[in-house]
Nanobody
């Protein structure tokens, strides 16, 4: 059974930082590209960041690219999202997702590409 479990969300002040984690089980982690998405109330699910199977390629949403870093530790079956200089508009539920990709350096940036999803972790940035 595949499971993706996010953690690390919470309430932070404007300008603060959070490090989200996503622990994967039930799949061969190194065969999957990983991504982070977010969804605010009344809004569409939005791409945030993606990392290739090898970890060699990353891709970020333009509005956050200077403030976030995605990384992965294949030995721990875990993907991370470091977020700095947080803004109120970053408030959302953040979801971890996995996509099976043949090319080790490929990344997925659309939600429909992703096969597995976590339950999400709430990030609230207080103004």
């Amino acid at each position: 059974q595949v499971q993706l479990v996010e953690s690390g969300g919470g309430l932070v002040q404007v300008g603060g930082s959070l490090r989200l984690s996503c622990a994967a089980s039930g799949l061969t982690f190194s065969m999957y590209g990983m991504g982070w998405f977010r969804q605010a109330p009344g809004k569409e699910r939005e791409f945030v960041a993606a990392i290739s199977r090898s970890g060699g390629n990353t891709y970020y949403v333009d509005s956050m690219k200077e403030r976030i870093t995605i990384s992965r530790d294949n030995a721990k079956n875990t993907v991370y999202l470091q977020m700095n200089s947080l803004k109120p508009e970053d408030t959302a539920v953040y979801y971890c997702a996995a996509v099976f990709l043949a090319f080790v350096q490929a990344v997925g940036i659309t939600p429909n590409e992703y096969r597995y999803w976590g339950q999400g972790t709430q990030v609230t940035v207080s103004s």
